[in-house]
């Protein structure tokens, strides 16, 4: 093996392997890899491809259910909508290349996830995403949003994928490491899913797509590790997104799929042609031979190591039915797209890599797929917090605390960011974000889908469990508050450095409250993805599992969509204690981040849920309770009909405690009847505790014009960032 | 009726296009790009929203010379109907089928949401279902959708009752306010915002949906 740097300390080290990972490769193989081989089992093993650290724990969530179709270890989760038809969905993370190259970081997140929904035979029809920022004063944050931000409007938008819903959040814990979580969902016919496992021997490995370049080579690695200094030496390892490109892939896939032509398809994204080949082998029991002199190649004199850990975009593997050569070849062609075929599947346990008359790697398969490290890493509980005094701060003028609100651009009116993206493309989007779950009709049939993503830092880091488990129980109240049945969920779990005891029991809490919470809301992981190593010198993100969830609304069920109207009645349903730490009052108003999380009560939840879903008939509109406590819900839902509100009590603690398993609703007053005698009924607390109509926003005895305080919401997100 | 929606590699709303003139009551054919006909007795041609060809060149320049431009510039020569919303208006601008170019919106940001138009008073087939100076609440979603004639066509445009859509609030930065314009014969339409993305009640607003059965009215009866 000619032309290929010798391997020493230096070179292990660069690839991210540890010297005790190194031996093990010695012990395998055993021999000294050659680079282009230790190319690819860093690229296989690496945190990000490996899950290494993460897998012992991601094993005990609970993903199975009468409705799941295929759970984790796909592309992306497929979920049974009836009718023979399927959701396909995932969540993944695009954090490091993100902050490196904002736009192109953000584009390829959105070009990835799209890629591992349509690589299952699935259309996509809604995409989301969750961004998390630092302070908005610090000197690289204003830039991050606008590249991000455009960046996925950018992909998007040409792509012709609605974007119906996310968060943005800001704060100091992200400084040096922002957080892009990218989601798509997307529809297919339940029995025509595409999965990558390989079979049959002799059978042609077929890449499609663009061509392969330099770019994105060692990404992978790039993202398992921490950022220090050195990080704009970087830039060359983010990958460039083409979503002209990305959108004839999808066409042509799918077109192609309906010829019948594959046998098993994988998309590539981190580490490319290697993680790509191998998946599809390992999962058919079959080896891969791949001729490299045949892969479109977009530069010249490129390395097998260069193509082996290229993350160039918009490329996919397939195995090929060689009696449908002809007509696979020619759907390509009809879209402007490389089709060659690359390689075989052979019947032994090999990975084989030929370029020029040269063997560059030759591998177990199985056993590079198989045996990447697997680490029970240490770790300590979260010790628990003191909850808060709430003597140690002074009540509070209602509508102050709610100006102070709204003028955050943590809770401002986000239009800014989601008038970037096309929220409408297909004409299926029945609600566009702004207000709760986003919601996208089942094309030509009476179902509806709602999307939401969820998840609150600050709680997760006080509290990983019940932050854990109120991320979930706020997405399944999203889509409840629309009248959507919540069906499975995806979950994104970005942390810090998993190599520390503290961090690691951060995301070890957090899982077994997500755990928790989805087997008691029946919400199944079918899908994820976690990004760990989130730390820049040294201080890590908040904890940040972000839960993305999907819910189905049936044709013959009651959707939420109405608005509050003047004479509406205020009812809140569940029950207020008041809970003020960790609340948003506490760190915007007094900057103060006290005190524990809000006790989730997951049976609370699941019967306040039903209760909405049960009596949606008798409900204008309905808002779940979150971030900012009754005195926030109650304004937005009110701002977003331009009618105005009066609560009744305006007691600090009443108004913006953020007590879990709530909802505002607004209704005709004899509705509210009819929904207080269905609460005694099933035993749900519920209460009037207000009116909306008028013009003005009333707390108690404090009030303020609507106009103007929509004004003030409208506009602080731009006047922060824009 | 009968529709035919082109289809150029990067269109995305060549569906819903093809369902708001399926629902107005036409038969839609889907014409792929590299076709160098239309189908037979095509009476209006839509070319819908979307990214052509990526629009890393001028949006619309690539697909301005793609093989069925030629024959939909055939079809209006000899007096056929034609419709491009969004991308669509910047191909029909870029074949020269209607004056003006599409440039950057003037924050140089993409912008998708409701906006309010007002009818003018446009004497063409597609604004049958409306009254001149009417409000309609329709869609946009575009990146260029600031629309530019210098001052002479602009007369010479608001001389003939060419201007068929101005916006109430310029979302974009487009010269006096146009939002879409019509052909001298007034069978051609380009527009940036999307009727057909306000067509059924599930889309929040069916203002679009007038113009989709106005003009399949008018077309039966020419």
Partial sequence: MTDEPAITEELIEAHGLKPDEYQRILEIIGREPSFTELGIFSAMWNEHCSYKSSKKWLRTLPTEGPQVICGPGENAGVVDIGDNQAVIFKMESHNHPSYIEPYQGAATGVGGILRDVFTMGARPIAAMNSLSFGEVGHPKTRQLVHGVVEGIGGYGNCFGVPTVGGEVRFDPAYNGNCLVNAFAAGLADADKIFYSAASGVGMPVVYLGAKTGRDGVGGATMASAEFDESIEEKRPTVQVGDPFTEKRLMEACLELMQTGAVISIQDMGAAGLTCSAVEMGDKGGLGVKLQLDDVPQREDNMTAYEMMLSESQERMLMVLDPSKEAEARAVFEKWDLDFAIVGETIPEDRFLILHGNEVKADLPLATLSGSAPEYDRPWVATPAVAPLDPTTFAAIDPIDGLRTLIASPNYAAKQWVYEQYDTMVMADTVRTPGLGAGVVRVHDTGKMLAFTSDVTPRYVKANPTEGGKQAVAEAYRNLTAVGATPLASTDNLNFGNPEKPKIMGQFVGAIKGIGAAVAALDMPIVSGNVSLYNETDGQAILPTPTIAAVGLIKADDTPIFGQARDGHVALLVGDTLGHLGQSALLAEVFNRAEGDAPPVDLEAEKRNGEFIRANAGWIKACTDLSDGGLALAAFEMAEAAGVGVQLDDGDTAQLFGEDQGRYLIACSFDAAEALMTAAGQTGVPIASVGKFGGDTVRMGSSEAPLAELSALFRRAFEEAVG | ?222
């Fill in chain 2, 1 to 222: 009726m009968h529709a035919a929606v082109i289809v150029f590699p990067g269109s995305n709303c060549d569906r819903d296009l093809a369902v708001a003139f399926e629902h107005a009551g036409a038969k839609v054919s889907m014409v792929w790009h590299k076709d160098a006909d239309l189908p037979d007795g095509v009476d209006v041609v839509g070319i819908p929203g979307g990214f052509s060809f990526g629009d890393y060149l001028r949006c619309g320049a690539i697909a301005a010379n793609s093989p069925i431009t030629r024959s939909v510039i055939n079809h209006v020569e000899r007096g056929g109907y034609a419709l491009g919303i969004c991308n669509g208006f910047q191909v029909l601008t870029e074949t020269g089928l209607l004056p003006g170019a599409l440039r950057r919106n003037a924050n140089l940001k993409f912008l998708c949401k409701s906006v309010d138009l007002r009818v003018e008073d446009c004497d063409t087939p597609y604004l049958k279902g409306y009254e001149p100076g009417q409000v309609i609440s329709i869609p946009i979603a575009h990146h260029d959708g600031n629309y530019f004639v210098d001052d002479d066509k602009l007369k010479q445009l608001r001389d003939e009752g060419r201007i068929a859509f101005t916006y109430v609030d310029n979302p974009n930065g487009s010269v006096a306010d146009i939002a879409g314009v019509v052909s001298r014969n007034r069978r051609v339409l380009g527009m940036m915002p999307h009727p057909e993305r306000a067509a059924e009640p599930a889309h929040g607003g069916t203002d679009g949906k007038a113009m989709f059965d106005g003009l399949l009215r008018e077309m039966a009866l020419a």
